[in-house]
């Protein structure tokens, strides 16, 4: 247990609560045009589709900047995140005119010092979408 | 298949890159994100995405742009970056390797603003065969 000037205590397997984005096509074309990350697999249906995908797939890097948003939200803003990574094994699919959800859990797993590692899961359609999700940050 | 000399070489990029407010603040809108003094931990995805395409497209090394898909990320942020920073950006290919007819590639990138390493990130990228 790590105490911050006696204003908050954080404890090892301290969970973060759970909070679920939603995605949809509209958000697909605004990262795309805010990350420069144009793939087609991420905006046209018929050229997912053509590439053996079922549909229309979100960036695994916007998946990846929700994650972030749901870390620094809990640390307390974009400046305290010192790392992050994560494994893309499932592709979260994003149907014309759906929303589909990305829900985000996790867990205080160690303290160093002031870095608080972090373990998330990032689930869609209740499938586990990103692997070995971690943060390293300081709050 | 690509061109396995191109392992171990690292690359600058040719131009500087100046990130501006604009773009800090079309990122985090997408996130919703409404603190943009700074930009959110993956903004630097846009730098080194298009440094990885326009060195491995490079008739060289050979990479097929199209049958790119991303595998892993990962993020060292040595401080946060904020709009007017200048980055010297280079990509070094760190391993490449074929599992199942796809070949996979390990690429680091490091972003310097006036001498200081201010990001360094590593991703796999997974060409499909």
């Not at chain 1, 050229?47 to 916007?62: K, T, Y």
Request: with cysteine; charged share 20%; glycine share 8%.
């Amino acid at each position: 247990m790590v105490n911050f000037g006696g204003a908050r205590m954080i404890e090892i397997g301290a969970e973060i609560p759970q909070r679920v984005f939603y995605i949809d096509r509209t958000m697909l074309k605004a990262y795309a045009d805010a990350s420069g990350d144009q793939n087609p697999i991420h905006q046209n249906e018929e050229f997912a589709v053509s590439v053996g995908l079922p549909n229309v797939i979100a960036h695994g890097m916007l998946t990846m900047a929700l994650v972030g948003k749901y870390v620094t939200d809990w640390s307390g803003g974009s400046a305290t995140v010192h790392e992050l990574s994560a494994r893309f094994i499932k592709p979260v699919i994003v149907p014309m005119g759906e929303k589909t959800d990305l829900t985000i859990t996790g867990t205080v797993a160690a303290i160093e010092g002031d870095r608080i590692k972090l373990d998330l899961v990032a689930t869609s359609a209740g499938i586990k979408v990103l692997g070995m999700a971690k943060a390293v940050v300081t709050k | 298949m690509i061109n396995p000399d191109s392992v171990g070489r690292t690359f600058a990029g040719a131009d500087l890159v100046t990130v501006t407010q604009s773009e800090i603040d079309a990122f985090a809108a997408v996130i919703g994100e409404s603190n943009t003094s700074v930009a959110p931990p993956t903004f630097s995805i846009r730098i080194s995405l298009s440094q990885y395409e326009s060195i491995l497209t490079q008739p060289e090394i050979g990479v097929d742009w199209t049958r790119l898909v991303h595998g892993d990320q990962k993020f060292e942020i040595f401080r946060p970056i904020v709009a007017g920073d200048t980055f010297k950006c280079s990509a070094t290919i760190e391993t490449l390797r074929a599992v199942a007819g796809n070949e996979i590639i390990s690429v680091r990138s490091d972003l310097h603003c006036r001498g200081e390493l201010v990001v360094s990130s590593w991703s796999t990228l997974v060409v499909r065969g």
